[in-house]
Each structure stands twice: as C-alpha cells, then as structure tokens.
C-alpha cells in the first residue's frame, strides 16, 4: 500500500482529509478509473522502467487498447508527476499498436521508460479462450494450460509463436535496452550499443 496523499500520520488524519470511519480504512480498485495497471505507486520511487503487463478487457472482445495507460498519463500529470507521452487508444488500434509491445519515454528527460506489453493471442487456439470477461471468477480445467502457455508466449515471444513476427527477433535483448536505458544514457553521455539504437527505432513510440 503506499500513500502519496499523506491523508493519516500515525493513525491520525492529517489535513483537510475527511476522518476514516473509525478503524476502517477504505480502499478502491485502481480499475475504477480505469488505471488497471499498478503504475501510480512506482511514480513515486524515482524508477528508471516500468514493464507494464497489460491484460485488461478494453475492446468487445476483451483485449487492451491501451485505456489504462492513458488514463495514468492523465492522472499522473494532473498531480504533477513525470510521465511518457502515450497515445489514445483509438490511436493505438488504429496504428495496430494493440497486439504488440511498444516503448514509451524514449526520448523523455524525466519518468520512467515503459515497456507495454499488452494480452493478445500469442498461440493458435487462444483467442477466444484466454481473452474472458474481467469478472470471470472460474475456468475450465482443460484450459489452464491454454493460459499459461499464452501468458508466456506473449511475454517471451520466441519463435514458433504468433507474437514472434510482431516484434524484433532479439526481443529480449531489446526488452534488456529497454530495463538499461536510463543508466546507459548517463554513463554514455547518449551514445547507446548498435543493437539498442536498432531496438528504440523499432520499439519507440515517444
């Protein structure tokens, strides 16, 4: 849990924060404004990358469009807070942005650098399977193995997959960029590897 509003020092509210109810503390889902991804709290800690595993149900057929992202962009800079520039999600799906990762805060001065992965179906039989309403409480058993094996294909896109031709074939070397960016480019004074130049005009939208 964090508290970037400071609401309560020592158990006692601070401020001109309306009082808890006694020693109940109430929480909401960060989804109720659509921030599906638990980026705010990292806002705040000064990090170089966030990877950002998107699985939220966006569309019609329960695949990201970037919503989430978008909305944290907002939300960051009405608090003040460093934060890439990204696109709308009617750009995303109309770019085809949406079944692929994409880099965020490349050529930012400040924030984080964010590698968006987001859910999509990365091995035949998937869609349609692994893409379910949030509000889902069960599956059936034969297809757990179905949502693992996407789950990893999407993340590791290696080969044989269907995510495999939607990226960079040293993806992972790319994702490694991504994660060293920031110190590369304090240490190098800008100059970044060959293969990190080639993966950021691929990968970078901003």
């Given at each position: 849990m964090y508290n970037p509003w400071k609401f309560a020092i020592n158990g006692k509210p601070n401020g001109d924060f309306s ?71 009617n750009e995303i799906m109309s770019k085809g942005i949406n079944d692929r990762p994409a880099f965020y805060g490349c050529n ?32 059936e058993q034969n297809l757990v193995q179905t949502f693992i094996q996407n789950g990893n294909a999407n993340i590791l896109r ?49």
């Amino acid at each position: 849990m964090y508290n970037p509003w400071k609401f309560a020092i020592n158990g006692k509210p601070n401020g001109d924060f309306s009082a808890p109810d006694g020693p109940i503390l109430r929480l909401n889902d960060g989804g109720m404004d659509w921030q599906n991804l638990p980026i705010a709290p990292l806002l705040y800690r000064n990090v170089d990358v966030i990877i950002a595993n998107d699985n939220s149900g966006d569309t019609t057929d329960m695949w990201p469009n970037g919503t989430s992202l978008y909305m944290t962009m907002q939300w960051a800079r009405r608090n003040g807070l460093a934060f890439p520039d990204v696109p709308s999600p009617n750009e995303i799906m109309s770019k085809g942005i949406n079944d692929r990762p994409a880099f965020y805060g490349c050529n930012a001065t400040s924030g984080p650098l964010i590698v968006w992965i987001p859910a999509s179906a990365a091995i035949s039989g998937a869609n349609g399977v692994v893409n379910i309403p949030t509000l889902t409480f069960s599956v059936e058993q034969n297809l757990v193995q179905t949502f693992i094996q996407n789950g990893n294909a999407n993340i590791l896109r290696g080969p044989n997959t269907l995510g495999y031709s939607k990226t960079p074939s040293n993806w992972p070397q790319c994702v490694a960029c991504g994660v060293m960016q920031r110190q590369l480019r304090k240490l190098n004074n800008g100059t970044m590897p060959a293969t990190c130049q080639q993966c950021f005009s691929t990968m970078c939208y901003s």
